[in-house]
């Protein structure tokens, strides 16, 4: 597979800007190369979504969502072609594209049109006075997105802001601009009226991403990513003062109670751990576990991360500047004084690829830089505890909040633990289980707002309230 994409603009490809090569994790090969909006470029973007916006705003809700139904079909009719797109720029195995990442394309925009279209207004009543809100759409929405679950990120922002009334500009990770491509593809073959949906390719900084940001044309921008990418866009939108929505970076906890079901306990957090590499915001990366079960845990976690190496599971890191970065945190382990149970460096059969071995660590203090930062890549470090206070002191011992697992057999524990966690997201005896409709997002520097459900509806557009003095029968 090699293409050449350039950008989406008011319905029409154009390419234009320099190129820069796209290079396939699982083998280092270049498979395309693609065109960096610059300023000019963004602008024409923005302003074919400024012209599509109002006549847009004006279908009703109920018209929009049979939009979003409609290019949910064409995602299925082009499931292959997104499957083959999303594996082809991250490396991930086409099993899990095929079962997680693409099918909830279709999912997010099917959720959002059902949720707007029934979604009731609101009214306030008062003796002689009633009021009401109007929700009006922010307008053009920048949807700035990463590389791990690119698609899915993309229609998860992307049908939200459709619906609630805004055209949106996308920016796709450059690492990953493959299925927001055929995405635009998809939108043009079903006839999207111009200018509602547009894709701009390029980097971040001083590159198209900080370009659209700090667009004034630009009315709101959604972003998932790192927490310092987070903060450099807040300062490129203050000037604006542009509602922002974040979902940005995780160090998340695992806490194993001795009561739990063993088996599926560690089933779960090789799942929390491993999946897509570790390089998804939710991965667990501290596990804390009960004292009683804590040898035999960690003996069956680093027997499975032996196990997937062996049978090549986990996908690449997503680039060779990536895989540097968690080998640089496998090697500050060792340093450190780590006790390495499994992994810690490039598996013998990688070959080209950006392979990193799933690693399983222990012995480092809480305080470490091991126990502290995001690593984003296959690995966990493992600390016993004796109480339960211990271990939510533990869990929340940390500057970020996004997500946390509890493995509990224990009702009352489960719901407790649960609520002292400081968390945007638990799950209990499970993960990454998702109800669309919840508010999804993190504390901390784990992000601000929530989407989800109503939760993303009330981002892309905000209320304006209509307050009517009644006179009275006589007057
Ligand atoms: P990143 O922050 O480097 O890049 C994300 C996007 O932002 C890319 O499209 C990039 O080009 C763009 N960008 C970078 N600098 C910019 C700037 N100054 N102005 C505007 N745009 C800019 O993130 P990444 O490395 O692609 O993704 C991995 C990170 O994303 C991890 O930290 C992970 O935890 C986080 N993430 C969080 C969630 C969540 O829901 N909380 C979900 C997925 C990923
Ligand atoms: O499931 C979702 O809706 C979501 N936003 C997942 C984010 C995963 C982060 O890597």
Same mark, same amino acid.
């Given at each position: 597979m090699s293409y050449q994409n350039g950008h989406f603009i008011g319905g029409e490809w154009i390419a234009e800007g320099t190129t820069f090569a796209n290079h396939d994790p699982a083998t280092g090969a270049e498979i395309g190369r693609i065109h960096e909006a610059g300023r000019e470029t963004v602008d024409r973007a923005v302003t074919a979504a400024r012209r599509a916006q109002p006549g847009w705003a004006a279908l009703p809700v109920a018209e929009r969502a049979a939009w979003l139904r409609r290019l949910a079909d064409g995602m299925e009719a082009r499931f292959d072609d997104l499957v083959a797109a999303e594996v082809a720029?991250?490396?991930?195995?086409?099993?899990?594209?095929?079962?997680?990442?693409?099918?909830?394309?279709a999912a997010n925009f099917r959720v959002f049109a059902d949720i707007a279209a029934q979604r009731p207004d609101n009214a306030y009543h008062l003796p002689g006075t009633l009021s009401y809100t109007i929700r009006r759409p922010l307008g053009v929405v920048a949807?700035?997105?990463?590389?791990?679950?690119?698609?899915?990120?993309?229609?998860?922002?992307?049908?939200?802001?459709?619906?609630?009334?805004?055209?949106?500009?996308?920016?796709?990770?450059?690492?990953?601009?493959?299925?927001a491509a055929v995405l635009a593809d998809i939108a043009a073959q079903a006839g999207l009226p111009p200018g509602v949906l547009n894709v701009v390719n390029g980097l971040g900084a001083g590159s198209a991403g900080e370009f659209l940001a700090g667009h004034p044309g630009v009315d709101g921008v959604t972003f998932t990513g790192e927490s310092r990418t987070g903060s450099a866009i807040m300062r490129t939108v203050a000037g604006g003062v542009k509602p922002i929505s974040f979902e940005l970076g995780g160090k998340n906890a695992g806490l194993i109670f001795a009561d739990a079901r063993l088996d599926a306990a560690v089933e779960g957090s090789v799942r929390s751990v491993f999946t897509n590499g570790g390089q998804v915001c939710l991965c667990t990366e501290r596990l804390y576990v009960e004292r009683p079960i804590f040898q035999e845990f960690a003996r069956r976690l680093a027997k499975r991360a032996q196990e997937l190496s062996r049978e090549r599971e986990p996908m690449p890191m997503i680039s060779a500047g990536h895989r540097e970065k968690v080998l640089s945190y496998y090697r500050l382990a060792a340093s450190e004084g780590a006790e390495v149970l499994a992994g810690g460096g490039v598996p013998p059969w990688a070959?080209?690829?950006? &392979?990193?071995?799933?690693?399983?660590?222990?012995?480092?203090?809480?305080?470490?830089?091991v126990n502290q930062e995001e690593i984003f890549g296959p690995v966990c470090h493992i600390t016993p505890f004796d109480t339960e206070a211990e271990a939510v002191a533990l869990a929340n011992d940390s500057r970020y909040g996004l997500a946390a697992t509890v493995w509990t057999r224990d009702l009352?524990?489960? &719901?407790?633990?649960?609520?002292?966690?400081?968390?945007?997201?638990?799950?209990?005896?499970?993960?990454?289980?998702?109800?669309?409709?919840?508010?999804?997002?993190?504390?901390?520097?784990?992000?601000?707002?929530?989407?989800?459900?109503?939760?993303?509806?009330?981002?892309?557009?905000?209320?304006?309230?209509?307050?009517?003095?009644?006179?009275?029968?006589?007057?």
């Amino acid at each position: 597979m090699s293409y050449q994409n350039g950008h989406f603009i008011g319905g029409e490809w154009i390419a234009e800007g320099t190129t820069f090569a796209n290079h396939d994790p699982a083998t280092g090969a270049e498979i395309g190369r693609i065109h960096e909006a610059g300023r000019e470029t963004v602008d024409r973007a923005v302003t074919a979504a400024r012209r599509a916006q109002p006549g847009w705003a004006a279908l009703p809700v109920a018209e929009r969502a049979a939009w979003l139904r409609r290019l949910a079909d064409g995602m299925e009719a082009r499931f292959d072609d997104l499957v083959a797109a999303e594996v082809a720029d991250t490396g991930k195995d086409a099993v899990q594209a095929r079962t997680l990442d693409i099918p909830r394309g279709a999912a997010n925009f099917r959720v959002f049109a059902d949720i707007a279209a029934q979604r009731p207004d609101n009214a306030y009543h008062l003796p002689g006075t009633l009021s009401y809100t109007i929700r009006r759409p922010l307008g053009v929405v920048a949807v700035i997105v990463p590389w791990n679950l690119p698609f899915l990120l993309t229609t998860w922002k992307t049908g939200a802001a459709l619906v609630a009334g805004n055209t949106v500009v996308i920016k796709p990770s450059e690492l990953t601009p493959g299925s927001a491509a055929v995405l635009a593809d998809i939108a043009a073959q079903a006839g999207l009226p111009p200018g509602v949906l547009n894709v701009v390719n390029g980097l971040g900084a001083g590159s198209a991403g900080e370009f659209l940001a700090g667009h004034p044309g630009v009315d709101g921008v959604t972003f998932t990513g790192e927490s310092r990418t987070g903060s450099a866009i807040m300062r490129t939108v203050a000037g604006g003062v542009k509602p922002i929505s974040f979902e940005l970076g995780g160090k998340n906890a695992g806490l194993i109670f001795a009561d739990a079901r063993l088996d599926a306990a560690v089933e779960g957090s090789v799942r929390s751990v491993f999946t897509n590499g570790g390089q998804v915001c939710l991965c667990t990366e501290r596990l804390y576990v009960e004292r009683p079960i804590f040898q035999e845990f960690a003996r069956r976690l680093a027997k499975r991360a032996q196990e997937l190496s062996r049978e090549r599971e986990p996908m690449p890191m997503i680039s060779a500047g990536h895989r540097e970065k968690v080998l640089s945190y496998y090697r500050l382990a060792a340093s450190e004084g780590a006790e390495v149970l499994a992994g810690g460096g490039v598996p013998p059969w990688a070959e080209g690829g950006y &392979h990193v071995e799933p690693t399983v660590f222990t012995g480092l203090p809480q305080g470490s830089r091991v126990n502290q930062e995001e690593i984003f890549g296959p690995v966990c470090h493992i600390t016993p505890f004796d109480t339960e206070a211990e271990a939510v002191a533990l869990a929340n011992d940390s500057r970020y909040g996004l997500a946390a697992t509890v493995w509990t057999r224990d009702l009352s524990r489960a &719901h407790r633990v649960a609520a002292a966690v400081q968390a945007g997201l638990v799950w209990v005896n499970t993960w990454f289980l998702r109800d669309l409709r919840t508010p999804f997002g993190g504390l901390r520097l784990s992000g601000i707002g929530r989407e989800g459900g109503v939760h993303s509806l009330d981002f892309y557009s905000e209320p304006s309230t209509v307050t009517v003095k009644l006179e009275d029968a006589d007057e």
